[in-house]
DNA sequence: ATCAGAAATGTAATAACATAACATTTCGAT
DNA sequence: ATCGAAATGTTATGTTATTACATTTCTGAT
């Protein structure tokens, strides 16, 4: 399977169309990487994604059971933001309707163990880039799309936690989301507004 | 009425007791601060808050409808992340129950307005303390008491623009929440983990 | 190998959050 | 007074998430 960066939520026109043709299967050894989704081998992506999930489970010793496993390889089939009734339907077959519950806990799992993100403004979820070590991340949502850039740029995390400690408060957890248009939307979406 | 900091979420033990029980209305002229929220004079806050409501809309050819003024005052009631069913609830009598749709309809104006901030996290809402100008806030959700403070740090929310558009995003919104414990909370909740 | 407790999963019901579609009322300008 | 637009009312339904409890699977101790 391919990754194309330009997704069906937002029809591209013609001069995007010769992009994505342009997509193309890399077999290469190469890093993962989400910052050049065109071009992207995303089969080595999702591999890569479970088998380091399996090791980092190994070795914190908790259960990356089948279904927990198969809910992250459904996270990881594109880099959108991943509903969890979307989950429920895929992982539901004619002999089997998988329940809510069902995959709400193993979304909790998953996000416990850092090896996804929830995106609160869009009530979804991503699969983590970097899940070896927790960090906060700053998650760039496109609203053409649809694709989700995570960033992990301690700079920014730092400077937010100063300020909110400077303001006496301890901090859990940021929430960090931009919503917006990525590089291969702007042109489709709004052009810039200074002229 | 007083604001006071440490609500009944968190129940105070005898240490916070006091300090609540020092809480008292300030009659004298101030301006309007959530950095003080046990001594600052809560009748005022709101007052101040429709009364800019007023004066914003007017200036802007909207209209502020009672339904709105309304909604808008009982998100203004304390410093708490306030949930549309609240409101739903809060303004249904005996005689008339609030549908959905009218409350929503009523946040998504005062929204529109930049009279109220989204609580994406909570999916809930809270009054806008500088509602005459757009702008990027970071919000500082407390777990303990409830308590939201909105910051509005210029240097953060254009550093987040620049990462964004160093990675060639066009930045729409920024959601930027930070959830943990206020100053009044971090002794009940626990302690630094340095020692 | 057997058993007991813990962990994980299955299932039913319901709570919590949000919107679509259409009817009616209110407002403001002519 | 009348008309069109804006606001609100109403019904129904869609979407997201949790509670409570039953059953199965796993793991470690015997
Ligand atoms: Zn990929
Ligand atoms: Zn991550
Ligand atoms: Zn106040
Ligand atoms: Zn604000």
Not at 57 to 74: D, F, K, M, N, S
Not at 95 to 101: E, G, I, L, M, S
Not at 132 to 159: F, K, M, N, T
Request: with cysteine; charged share 25%.
């Amino acid at each position: 399977m391919l990754c194309y960066y330009i997704s069906d939520i937002n029809p591209a026109g013609p001069a995007n169309a010769s992009v994505i043709l342009g997509a193309k299967r890399m077999t290469t050894t190469q890093t993962m990487s989400t910052s050049d989704p065109l071009t992207h081998d995303h089969d080595q992506c999702i591999a890569r994604a479970l088998d380091e999930a399996e090791r980092l489970c190994a070795q914190r010793g908790v259960r990356l059971t089948p279904l927990r496993r198969r809910v992250l390889e459904e996270i990881w089939q594109h880099h959108e933001v991943v509903k969890a009734y979307d989950l429920i339907h895929r992982l539901s077959t004619e002999d089997h309707t998988v329940k809510p519950p069902t995959v709400y806990r193993a979304l909790e799992f998953l996000l416990e163990q850092g090896l996804i993100h929830r995106i609160e403004s869009q009530n979804g979820y991503i699969g983590c880039s970097h899940p070896a070590l927790a960090h906060q991340c700053q998650l760039l949502i496109c609203r053409g799309c649809g694709q989700v850039e995570e960033l992990d740029d301690p700079a920014l995390s730092e400077a937010l936690q100063r300020e909110a400690e400077s303001h006496g408060f301890r901090v859990d957890q940021q929430i960090v989301e931009v919503r917006g248009l990525c590089p291969h939307c702007v042109p489709a979406g709004e052009e810039a507004p200074a002229r």
